[in-house]
């Protein structure tokens, strides 16, 4: 019977050793893992922007993202090779999914001291315009001042910011002011003649007056309630850095080819 030769123990250990290199190198997962991938670098991680239901700049149609902020940033992302996802929730909600996730996207958020910190900001997107309309055939509606409506009803919208904002200001519902449902139903009240004046924001008037078909120009703004600050994109503050440069110059690029006029004047006019 032969006998087997056994290698000296030095050469099987060469042996094995070159084994287990032939057998990483054909299975890479056998290797070490790699690192973290980058948005930026793969693209293989979508961006998910969180919105509310603020017509004409966000809101939801039939279970679609619409709006003129929502298409402005299908712009900037397509431009900027990115993939996006958006999803119209309560504004809370939004804040608060929005904060849980390093590739979100906050909009339309109102650019503020207190919020400085805790964005990276990508815009603006537009002014933000609070103003006090009347009926431009009321020409005898011209009130002082906000402290001073000399016997005139204001309209605004139950517990929204400006309504609060009046209510501190020293203003008494059922008084002066008129606490509606919502923006469209103050203004239906205004055409009514049951109020005399009304706060809105003038993307909103604008685009409630085109549900209703009406021009524009059927509204005069008499006062400024809120006029000095804007809208903008949010990203998280310890995000990608990259991803809000690409975000802003794609912006800035739209703005200069006058798409963002184009598609601003579908929504204002």
Request: aromatic share 6%; charged share 25%; glycine share 6%.
């Amino acid at each position: 019977m032969p006998h087997l030769i056994e290698p000296p123990p030095e050469r099987r250990l060469c042996c094995l050793l070159l084994a287990a290199g032939m057998l990483a190198a054909a299975v890479p997962s056998l290797a070490a893992p790699p690192g973290p991938r980058s948005v930026v670098d793969e693209d293989a991680r979508e961006l998910v922007a969180y919105t509310e239901n603020l017509p004409p700049l966000n809101y939801a149609d039939k279970g679609q993202a619409q709006g003129f902020s929502t298409e402005l940033l299908k712009a900037m992302a397509a431009e900027a090779g990115l993939r996006l996802r958006i999803e119209v929730l309560p504004w809370q909600r939004s804040v608060q999914e929005a904060a849980r996730r390093p590739d979100s996207v906050l909009f339309s958020l109102t650019r503020t001291p207190e919020r400085e910190a805790q964005y990276r900001w990508v815009g603006p997107i537009s002014p933000r315009r609070i103003l006090v309309y009347r009926l431009s055939q009321r020409t005898d509606a011209h009130p002082a001042s906000l402290k001073q409506l000399n016997g005139l009803r204001l309209g605004v919208a139950r517990d929204s910011a400006s309504a609060k904002q009046l209510i501190a200001d020293g203003l008494r519902p059922e008084v002066e002011l008129e606490l509606g449902l919502d923006d469209a139903t103050n203004l239906r009240k205004l055409l009514a003649g049951r109020m005399d004046l009304i706060v809105l924001l003038d993307w909103a008037a604008a685009w409630h007056l085109r549900e209703l078909k009406l021009p524009y120009a059927t509204l005069t703004p008499v006062l400024a309630m809120d006029v000095d600050k804007s809208y903008w994109y949010g990203l998280p503050a310890d995000g990608d850095p990259v991803i809000a440069r690409r975000l802003q110059d794609a912006l800035d690029r739209i703005k200069r080819d006058g798409r963002y006029d184009r598609l601003r004047q579908r929504y204002f006019n």
